[in-house]
């Protein structure tokens, strides 16, 4: 799917299949940005995927509880533009994890439930934030946190589609 940033998007209804409570899940993306700035590939409403091109280059996973309160996963990997990359976070019982190409970034416990009634938006964000990207196969699976192993298989499974 290809999105120019200015007004394409992909939005689907809010849905239980769709909310994971405090349970285990997984959402991956493959994903290559076009132009510099934030963007969010995938995003419901408090947790989203984001990557940030320019001076700072990283993707992450924030999420916001109630309150007001932020919390992100950051990646390790310098990202660049015109490059796919997979993302996936994953949650086992209570233990996020950030994948960038199969390999792990970083983790951290997350007790927090992701129960709420906004729709799934695929390249916008929170009224603001129109994606100018290439979203690839994107997945998610709830009440599933996938092993370091089936990120990777996933991983190698389907890269040949998006690189040469």
């Not at 769709?18 to 700035?37: C, Q």
């Not at 990777?152 to 389907?158: E, I, K, L, M, V």
Request: hydrophobic share 35%.
């Amino acid at each position: 799917m290809v999105l120019d940033g200015t007004n394409d998007l992909l939005t689907v209804a809010d849905s239980n299949s769709l909310d994971f409570d405090t349970g285990d899940f997984t959402v991956e993306s493959f994903y290559k940005g076009i132009l510099g700035g934030l963007h969010a590939p995938m995003s419901k409403g408090g947790w989203a995927i984001f990557s940030f091109y320019g001076t700072y280059g990283y993707i992450s996973w924030n999420w916001t509880i109630p309150g007001n309160n932020n919390y992100d996963l950051f990646g390790q990997k310098v990202i660049n533009l015109g490059q796919w990359y997979h993302i996936c976070v994953t949650r086992i019982s209570g233990i996020k994890y950030l994948y960038i190409d199969g390999i792990l970034q970083s983790s951290i416990a997350d007790p927090f439930s992701y129960t709420n009634t906004s729709p799934l938006n695929i390249a916008y964000w929170n009224a603001y934030v129109l994606t100018n990207s290439h979203i690839g196969v994107s997945r998610i699976y709830k009440g599933l946190g996938l092993s370091s192993d089936q990120v990777r298989q996933n991983y190698h499974n389907t890269v040949a589609k998006y690189i040469n």
